[in-house]
């Protein structure tokens, strides 16, 4: 009798090691897409901006999901959701997002209120007017296949010369070497390099930037019970010590 009973508990034991259970075997997984593979979104595997918020975000669901990142060139994704895939896009704006985004996705609240700076030396401050004419004659520090917006005839009448690099970074390096005028970026992604470049004091912002936006999270249409958990964690970010440590990790700020 007890030779069957080892055999009933050995034969147990290896059902669970071939099947082990699992507290999250029910659970579904909703993508949360990024196109941004860059700092501070994404700073290496596994780590940045979109891994820390979305471990937040899981740490307060409640339901039987979570949401898993996924970083996706940018025609791939808008693939994905003309498609009809269901998830999450994290720090976008509708003005990105294609025709009649603002009505064709769900939109939490803002995360973040970002601007790309017009950025220049300490020894050659450039102020931006917000008009073209008062970059005149300046060597602009571009991204290669980077469009923007009221420069865009300025650079091709070459009133201003624009000299492409690959990365922000180079950019930047461009500008405290002077070997360009001018550059702008995000100032979400500014603030990263500057705190990781060590850069305080060494740039000059314009004040008028070369445009202000808001970041959002953008959530297809049949996530609506996850959309109304997004629309109350987003409104309770500003109160979030955990949100204001992650932000503060990157150089960035609760105002940002």
């Not at 030779?3 to 949360?32: D, G, M, Q, T, Y």
């Not at 990263?192 to 740039?203: P, R, S, T």
Request: one cysteine or more; proline letters at 3%; charged letters at 20%.
């Amino acid at each position: 009798m007890w030779n069957v009973i080892k055999l009933f508990i050995n034969k147990c034991l290896i059902l669970l090691f071939v099947f082990p259970v699992s507290s999250h075997a029910a659970e579904r997984i909703i993508n949360a897409w990024t196109y941004y593979d860059m700092p501070p979104f994404v700073t290496g595997e596994g780590q940045g901006l979109v891994y820390d918020f979305v471990e937040l975000l899981n740490g307060h669901v409640e339901g039987d999901y979570q949401f898993q990142v996924m970083i996706y060139p940018r025609k791939r994704l808008d693939s994905q959701l003309e498609e009809g895939e269901q998830g999450i896009v994290l720090f976008v704006n509708w003005a990105w997002m294609g025709e009649n985004a603002k009505t064709k996705y769900l939109w939490g609240p803002v995360i973040l209120t970002d601007r790309n700076e017009i950025i220049s030396g300490t020894d050659r401050r450039v102020e931006f007017d917000g008009s073209a004419g008062s970059l005149k004659g300046l060597l602009f520090g571009g991204l290669l296949g980077r469009r923007y917006p009221g420069l865009m005839v300025a650079m091709e009448r070459k009133e201003i010369i624009r000299v492409n690099a690959r990365t922000e970074v180079q950019n930047l390096k461009k500008i405290l070497h002077q070997r360009i005028d001018v550059t702008t970026m995000p100032q979400s992604q500014l603030g990263y390099h500057i705190k990781n470049m060590q850069l305080d004091g060494q740039l000059h912002l314009s004040e008028t930037p070369l445009f202000s936006y808001s970041r959002h999270l953008l959530v297809t249409k049949k996530l609506q019970s996850e959309y109304v958990f997004i629309t109350a964690f987003t409104k309770g970010l500003s109160g979030n010590n955990a949100w204001r440590i992650i932000l503060q990790k990157y150089g960035l700020s609760q105002s940002q």
